[in-house]
């Protein structure tokens, strides 16, 4: 379990005033201070997450750049395209059959026309899949296949429909086998330096849930940064809180803004004291174009998580 410590920022504005001292301000109550009312609005940084690209890895341990570079491979040029680029619905290839038929056939039209695709796959099948052409090529060494699966795929009509079947069938089990889901990333949060005095302030005069239209009320807001080439649906859950939400993260950008998720007092208490907090990952599209970048560790990790505070109506507090 990966351990941080909360960053807040916290801004105090002071006031002075002229008094005039024949009057006597000693009997004036300093209680139920308020700063606003019920059209203000007040925001206090809570905490970051920053994610690299060491810690999301599939099932069996495998990096994510490392998963679809692969998968690369087996993923045709023509593809459908969106305002980002070119991209593959992860969910589709695993769940819709008719979806992968189409990409496959792609593919297999792209190697009879590309031959810098048609070396792209048989520098995979010569690297991994090697013994899978032994009875369409025999007697060929590994060595020697790729030059001559690209001679006979370019020449042999006959054959190339057999080495189809077979690179269809291979293809078509990697991409099904896609992960759409990653595993839970997993953190503990230290308590969050937030004083008694503020956390005080901002539940002091919460609407409750019972009431209909709330006027005074506590959300927890941010953005995500995402550097992947995947568009993912992120879902946090703060334990021991009940607080979560779902929300879809675009692909290469940054600023993706997150629900507004309400708090009530006992979450905003409970959150202070220190947290873990799950994020479970589900992969949308894939932008094969895109790339994966490794930076350094003293560069950007590949997704920021930025939380916040936005308190509606006025601040009380006691002076």
């Known amino acids: ?6 960053l807040i920022l916290l801004c105090v504005v ?18 139920d201070i308020a700063i606003g009312d019920e059209s203000s609005q007040f925001e206090v940084p809570l905490l ?16 994510i750049d490392e998963i679809f570079n692969e998968a690369d491979i087996w993923l ?36 009879a026309s590309d031959s810098e695709k048609l070396n792209q796959v048989a520098s995979l099948l010569q690297e991994k899949y090697y013994a899978e052409f032994s009875s369409l090529l025999p007697g060929i060494s590994a060595e020697e296949f790729k030059a001559e699966f690209i001679r006979q795929y370019t020449a042999n009509e006959t054959l ?14 990697y991409l099904t086998g896609l992960e759409v889901s990653l595993p839970s990333l997993t953190y503990s949060v ?8 503020v956390v005080d302030m901002l539940i002091e005069n919460l609407d409750g849930k019972e009431v209909a ?11 995500i940064d995402n550097r992947l080439p995947v568009s993912i649906t992120a879902s946090p859950v703060f334990t021991p809180t009940e607080v979560t939400f779902t929300t879809q993260i675009e692909a290469n950008r940054d600023g993706n803004i997150l629900p507004e998720t309400r708090l009530f007092a006992e979450d905003l208490q409970t959150i202070v004291r220190g947290l873990t907090i799950e994020i479970v990952v589900n992969i949308d599209k894939y932008y094969p174009d895109k790339g994966f970048d490794r930076y350094p560790e003293t560069s950007q990790p590949q997704l920021a998580i930025n939380l916040h505070l936005i308190k509606r109506g006025a601040l009380k507090f006691d002076l």
């Open 14 to 31: 002071s006031s002075t005033a002229c008094v005039d001292l024949e009057y006597d301000l000693s009997k004036v109550s300093t209680d």
């Open 190 to 197: 230290d308590r969050i330096d937030l004083s008694d005095d």
């Open 76 to 111: 045709p040029s023509q593809l459908d395209q969106d305002e980002n680029g070119k991209y593959v619905l992860v969910q589709q290839l695993v769940e819709n059959s008719e979806y992968v038929n189409q990409v496959l056939s792609a593919l297999l039209d792209q190697m």
């Open 160 to 173: 190339r429909v057999l080495l189809n079947e077979k690179i269809e069938e291979l293809a078509r089990g």
């Open 1 to 6: 379990m990966k351990k941080f410590y909360a």
């Open 213 to 223: 239209e709330p006027k005074n009320t506590l959300h927890m807001a941010g953005t």
């Open 48 to 63: 970051k997450v920053y994610i690299s690209m060491d810690e999301l890895n599939g099932t069996d341990g495998d990096a």
